[in-house]
């Protein structure tokens, strides 16, 4: 895709070029008022207004900054466009409004729309003269489209669009900037690329959240130097000063009180009370005109209290004048602001920001404030300390500060934030401390036998620290990682039993940590823990029962001694995990709730990507699609932001399973490819091969009996269970006796090595009978199948073919029934492609048309199914918003395009949906709602 098609994620569904245009269309005619900042993309909006009209009659035209001082420019310049040349120069506003409704009146074709952008610049009289235009248009089923920058831009459009205008329809959009969540959304759509959150939320930052400058780092990032992924976040460049439109702003101002306003706003970044600023200006013995500062748009007030707090009106504003002050004056301001805050760790901030050596004293309080920062949950304030205060240390100081924020980093799983300090890492003198942190690193690399490798050399070593023991506990964890993805899986539980020794060790040291750097490392408890979690993962790889079930009643048994830790978390997913394939569906979701409830309180685990993973699939098992999706929505936000890189292409191949099932190609499609372009190891983390099942449930959903076939040969082997998606599709073809002889294979190893989690036995004699053509029999298996609620996408697939075998058969009442079974069950799971094989063949049994709640249902995206299922049972914007990790005001958006899209005039009738779909009557005639029969009894 490229920006021109892609509609600014920001815009709600009536703000949309071709939801404007619809209404343009019902009124025959109207007026389009579009405003926003800077690059906002009102230019590509237009763009998207003229591509939706097609072949009607359009005029375009942008006003020019050079020619806003020249009267009547505009006017002279929108003749030009319509053909109309004047020998005479423009003079009054009125001769020249006659001429323009002369102009359009006598163009061969009608003019359907007129497109004016940049409105800001056009001139005072030709606004004069545009307002006599279209005071004169009202009537005549034309479309102006007015864009203008917010501001100056607004007020010359109101000059021109008055409340006096007798035109029906009056559209205004205002354009606002991408949130962090929406620059992904952006750059994955119009430049095909994972972001991290972390990364998003810089680049909106410093870009002001501007699809304009978007694309300009963009651009950039597409250089040689910036081509290589990484398998840590994208290492975006900020915008450059000279394309920041911001940036100039302050080069207006003169040195005075005003300007000096504007300079302690921006280097502030946080609000600040006009008192203080105020004091601020005192210590550097600078006057400062607060009110004035206001009056120039460059700086907002807002009320708190019996205070005013200052903030600049942009972003950029901000990053301009940072990026333009010399740094012996931003280092005063700095310095002037820390003096006069009251939370030390704002001051803090600031005083670390000051451009000159650091001290003693300044060391001591950055490792206080490290120590609170983790103390309060707030690790990535820990570690912009630590950055800041490598700026300011220099030799053994600035290396202790970069090998604590590995150690930080590590612990809390923020790896990836780190990356960058690598080189300078191996370019220190080597030493245990060193090392590890070298080795912290070095596990983000796709090379994990290479860091196994080191790992076990480092641990051969003489030491000689005095917390060996807190080391060599830490450093066999990543040895039992590497064993644990390796092809010779015994080697775990060596690696394991290692690991016990030194835990032991540590147990019997009883000392406190002696190096400050390593302060921070998680105690024998939580690593006995993860040891253990490991341990049954890579046991479950041997297949030796025994081995399995030691691992397992060992892992149990710490999980139910153990405090809440992130520790517990990774405990509770490595559970689980083993779990999900093996069966044990029910429980390993419970394990998993409760590792996310663990997680959400006191701070994520290393296997936190995995534990949304395994998560997500088990809700699909379950039918819980909506939270699946909730779940897969947070996954893919923030997957190149956890150290668990292993899990990064899980997510989007968890995703493409729900894209699957919801029929969503392209969505499907992209998915598939981005988690092979996250991908940076070849090893099985997980136990079900993600891609190859997207790939066979989508096959499946579309009745693609070869497709699926061939699918299933690529997995089969390495999940068991996966064989159902091939006896399905070998009955399908007709291929009856190899059906059947894997069906009594799968028999063989049901509960040891196969299980019914895509399909139960029953549904497969179904198939396999049918294959044979033994049409009663497959009735009677798919009818036990129908009432297996366990897994529901399998009980409605068994609906669905008991439905279209019984009107094979001839019995269409009974058939029509089973059908309608299945609608129910493939309406709750948003199963879109199902939905729609059921319903072709309930029509072709019916006298009823094709339901238009159904196919508007379909038309829903993905979050705006979610957040109408959450508000259909009753949840309030804010408690939607907490589940969801977004605003109050997100939620609302949602649903205001959920009501529109399904013509609702309520949520209320949210409720009643899916009755009115399935009786074919509208949502208010429909008196009971259909409660979600997937999570209530």
Known sequence: MTSRTVVHPALSSDDTPAAVLKRTRQYRGGIVVLTGIQGIGKTTWCLQFMDALRRANVVACSADTFESSLPLSFVDKLLVALGHREAEPLSDPVIAARQLLSALASRPKNISCIVVDNAQWIDERSAKALRFVLQRLADDRITVVLAGVSGPGTAAIDRMVADDLSWGFIKRVNMEPLS??????????????????????????????????INAAMEHAAGPEYSAQDPWPDALPYIAPGNNPFAAMLDALELGPVRSVVEFVCVSRDPIEQERLQRIGFALNEPTDVAAALASGLVRGTRVGQTVQLRPFHDLLAVGVRDNLKSHRLSSIHRAIAGELDDPRLALQHRLLVQEPGTVALYTDVTSGVDHALADGQPELALQYLRSAM?????????????????????????????????????????VVRD?????????????????????ELIAK???????????????????????????????????????????????????????????????????????????????????????????????????????????????????????????????????????????????????????????????????????????????????????????????AMSAVLEAVQGRSESYEAALRRAEEVRISEYDTFGVELSGLAKLERARSLAEWQQQLDASEAITLATPSTRSYRIDALAGLGRAEEADRLLQACKDMNGRGWWPVYGSLDWLEGRVSEAYGLSSRAAKFYRLAAKEPRFPLSQGIA???????????????????ALRGAVRIFLALGAAPYLSRAMKLLDGVSDRPGNPYLQAFESLTGREREIAFYAERGMTNKQIAAQLFVS????????????????????????????????????????TPLRHPLTEP
């Open 180 to 213: 962090p969540e929406q620059v992904q959304d952006y750059v994955a759509r119009v430049w095909d690329r994972t972001m991290s959150a972390r990364t998003a939320e810089r680049l909106r930052w410093s870009t002001g959240g501007t699809p304009l400058l």
């Open 391 to 431: 700026d300011r240390f220099h030799g053994s100081r600035r290396d202790d500060c970069i090998i604590e924020a590995c150690v930080v980093a590590s612990v809390h799983h923020r790896i990836a934030e780190v990356m960058d300090l690598l080189p300078q890492v191996q370019s220190m003198r080597p030493g």
């Open 436 to 456: 590890f942190a070298l080795l912290q690193l070095l596990q983000m690399r796709p090379d994990l036998d290479r860091v196994g490798q080191f790992a076990e």
């Open 462 to 652: 003489e030491l000689n620290h005095p917390d060996e023991a807190l080391l060599r506990a830490h450093i066999s964890l990543a040895i039992v990682v590497s064993r644990m993805v390796s092809e010779d899986k015994s080697s775990t539980a060596v690696a394991v039993a290692q690991a016990h020794r030194y835990l032991e060790q540590l147990s019997q040291s009883k000392g406190a940590v002696h190096d400050p750097r390593l302060r921070h490392l998680p105690s024998g408890t939580d690593l006995g823990l993860q040891f253990d979690g490991f341990n049954l993962i890579g046991a479950s790889g041997t297949q030796d029962p025994n081995l399995i079930s030691k691992a397992f009643a060992s892992l149990s048994a710490r999980i139910a001694d153990a405090n809440d830790s992130p520790a517990l978390a990774d405990a509770l997913t490595c559970r689980a995990g083993f779990l999900s394939v093996t069966g044990g569906i029910e429980q390993a979701t419970v394990d998993l709730e409760r590792a996310m409830e663990v997680s959400a309180s006191t701070g994520a685990g290393l296997a936190i990507g995995h534990t949304r993973v395994v998560l997500a699939y088990c809700y699909f098992l379950l039918g819980r699609v909506q939270e699946m999706l909730t779940v897969v929505r947070t996954a893919q936000l923030l997957s190149l932001d956890v150290s668990d890189v292993s899990s990064r292409p899980l997510v989007f």
């Open 799 to 817: 609906h669905l073919d008991l439905g279209r075998l019984l009107i094979s058969m001839g019995n269409t009442k009974a058939g029509a029934a």
């Open 888 to 927: 109050p005001a997100t939620v609302n958006f949602h649903i205001r395009n959920v009501l529109a899209k399904l013509d609702l005039r309520s949520r209320r009738e949210l409720g009643q949906l899916f009755s009115a779909g399935l009786e074919g009557s509208t949502p208010s005639q429909a008196r």
